[in-house]
């Protein structure tokens, strides 16, 4: 059986809208998820998460992603890389959250959760190293 593949679109100028809207919609998702306390009130959206006794960083784009990094980092000060990444494709005017391999994520707490809870594992298990 042949597989098969969706092809993905190219956002444009009137899909703005939508993905800022996305991108609220899993702000408040992992709001309810996550203690975290709000930093930056304007786009980008940040926000600071003490877990698992580390201290992480998320923010939020008008353009439809959300990543989590580490907050304080001597390793990584100016810009450190993403502990956990999603970003909004469209496919067939569809929109739908997916991982940096645009493998689809479902919008729900408890894969959100998941996610999360295995990168920052993985981080911790690695000594802090990403």
Request: proline share 4%; glycine share 6%; no cysteine.
């Amino acid at each position: 059986m042949a597989e098969i593949k969706e092809n993905r679109q190219s956002l444009e100028e009137r899909d703005f809208p939508v993905l800022e809207t996305m991108s609220l919609k899993m702000r408040d998702l992992i709001l309810e998820v996550f203690e975290v306390t709000q930093i930056e009130n304007t786009w980008p959206l940040r926000y600071r998460m003490n877990y698992k006794n580390g201290e992480y960083e998320w923010v939020f784009s008008a353009m439809g992603s959300v990543t989590l990094r580490l907050a304080k980092s001597e390793r990584y000060r100016r810009n450190p890389p993403p502990i956990f990444y999603l970003s909004v494709g469209k496919y067939a005017g569809k929109y739908r959250w997916e991982d940096g391999s645009a493998v689809e994520i479902l919008f729900s707490k408890e894969v959100i959760k998941d996610k999360v809870n295995i990168m920052v594992d993985m981080l911790i298990e690695n000594g802090g190293v990403i």
